[in-house]
């Protein structure tokens, strides 16, 4: 029985030699990826994996250890932070290690699977959430500083963030039951993969609600409060401008004062924007 159309549109091979080979068997093929792809591809995610945990721990242990440093903002980066070293830590190595064995084999016990896909998405979701949880609390001390006193503090921050994590926890359950593992047999061995137990039409709904709910609200939700943000931010810096030409040095002095924690919150502004992108 003729099989060579049956892998060439999985496994990327020398077809010569398959049409060959794949004439006395119906077996697939065994995809191995080139040396340069896995060198290339070894470098780039081991810098990834390198410099997102240590940049992520540095901003845990500073503030775990800082107690003037735990304030609700960051609070919510720390949370981030968790959640990114979540995603990096379920994800870098096992496609690291991918690279050296047969294409798609699953190289933890057969438990991990759900659990590694589950992490994957649990960390991103809560790295979304904490995003906008930051967003938020950064308006509100902004924009309504006089309410900032009563609804931007350490104990609420703590609650929202538990909150968050619950959300994510809950809502990512379903990756238990939907992915599995299932064998891939080749003419001298076989391997496992972690895989869709059913038909991709089936996941549809899930990538769908996530696009929705965990990228294209926050999105907007968050340009709109940035917008808002930096229309207060260059109200008050023009305010700012006509009191230092009315009132006395003293009330200079105090004016830039301001202007500067709030060119610092710009700062902290664009740094959040250039890690949402």
Not at 70 to 84: I, K, M, Q
Not at 161 to 183: D, E, H, K, Q
């Amino acid at each position: 029985m003729d099989t060579s159309n049956e892998s060439t549109d999985i496994y990327d091979v020398d077809y010569d030699y398959n049409r060959t080979f794949q004439t006395n068997c119906s077996y697939p093929l065994p995809y191995y990826y080139s040396f340069r792809y896995r060198l290339i591809g070894t470098v780039f995610q081991t810098i990834i994996f390198t410099s997102g945990c240590l940049g992520n721990i540095m901003v845990i242990t500073i503030v775990s250890r800082c107690r003037t440093m735990r304030t609700p903002t960051n609070c919510y980066l720390t949370s981030l932070a968790v959640a990114d070293i979540m995603v990096l830590v379920a994800s870098v190595p096992l496609n690291i290690a991918s690279y050296y064995v047969v294409s798609e084999q699953w190289l933890l016990p057969d438990i991990t699977c759900s659990l590694v896909i589950y992490l994957q998405y649990l960390g991103i979701n809560c790295s979304t959430l904490s995003l906008v949880a930051f967003t938020v609390e950064r308006y509100i001390a902004i924009c309504h500083p006089m309410k900032a006193h009563k609804m931007c503090t350490l104990h609420r921050a703590k609650r929202i963030i538990l909150v968050t994590w619950l959300i994510a926890i809950v809502y990512c359950t379903p990756w238990f039951t939907t992915v599995g593992m299932r064998s891939i047999n080749y003419r001298h061995f076989s391997i496992k993969k972690c895989d869709f137990l059913y038909n991709r039409d089936v996941y549809f709904r899930f990538y769908f609600t996530d696009l929705v709910v965990f990228y294209i609200f926050p999105l907007l939700l968050t340009c709109v409060l940035y917008g808002l943000i930096m229309r207060t931010l260059m109200r008050r810096s023009g305010g700012i401008g006509r009191c230092v030409r009315k009132n006395s040095v003293k009330a200079e002095i105090q004016s830039r004062m301001q202007y500067l924690s709030q060119l610092i919150a710009r700062k902290q502004i664009e740094i959040t924007i250039v890690i949402w992108s």
